[in-house]
């Protein structure tokens, strides 16, 4: 069972424009919703996060909505650049104390086009 | 500061051989992460060290999986005997000990079973 299910798998948008990934999940105990950005060759790298008590977080370009209700959350990407083309991952995870254990999306491929 | 180093990057092994995948964790980092990805799917939690302990060992597939990290350090992640279905990239993280700390992520392991 997927707990957290990314939509698209892949996504192509022309520069400047607005780029959309959406993520839902099903367990209303996690309480942390990171995004993660991976170059190719590279590890998953924090992008942006959020907690649910929080509709939504803005970091430059980088905007998370999240609708705690529908269990939904996106990850918005404005003015998209060919330099963000990468894979990135939305993923929730419940804060044991000391430690986050993280469950992953399957990741959206973004390509942005000159 | 040197990031979470992991090696081989890649590694092609034929079915029935061992594997000994290898992750040096960023200095200081309590909480040591494997995780692994097959093609095209999620990243999935395999394991979760505090120091030398494992903590969580839920995700770990069968018992041809082990993983010790000696003395709290370096961590190692042995496969054995490898079947097809273990071909994926293998990530560790680690991170600080406490609420709300950031995991960094090696470049992974890629492993191709033939």
């Known amino acids: 069972q997927q707990q957290v299910k990314q939509s698209p798998q892949s996504l192509i948008v022309q520069k400047g424009g607005i780029s959309i990934i959406n993520c839902a999940y099903e367990?209303?105990?996690?309480?942390?919703f990171p995004w993660y950005q991976q170059f190719p060759g590279k590890g998953p790298a924090l992008l942006i996060a959020i907690r649910p008590d929080v509709s939504e977080k803005k970091e430059g370009r980088f905007t998370i909505s999240f609708n705690k209700s529908a269990k939904q959350f996106s990850l918005h990407i404005m003015d998209s650049q060919p330099g963000d083309s990468a894979t990135y991952f939305c993923?929730?995870?419940?804060?044991?104390?000391?430690?986050?254990?993280?469950?992953f999306g399957t990741g959206t491929k973004l390509q942005v086009i000159p | 500061e040197a990031g979470v180093t992991q090696f081989p990057s890649h590694s092609v092994i034929e079915k029935g051989q061992t594997v000994t995948l290898r992750c040096d964790p960023i200095s200081g980092h309590d909480n040591l992460y494997w995780y692994r990805r097959v093609m095209g799917k999620e990243i999935k939690f395999l394991l979760h060290f505090v120091k030398e302990s494992k903590q969580d060992e839920s995700g770990m597939p069968n018992n041809r999986f082990l993983a010790e990290r000696t003395g709290g350090t370096y961590s190692t992640l042995k496969v054995q005997p490898a079947e097809l279905e273990d071909s994926g990239v293998y990530f560790c993280a680690s991170s600080f000990w406490g609420l709300n700390t950031e995991a960094f992520f090696g470049q992974g392991t890629r492993l191709t079973v033939v």
């Open positions: 993923a929730a995870s419940l804060d044991s104390g000391g430690y986050q254990k993280v469950t």
């Open positions: 367990n209303t105990a996690f309480d942390y």
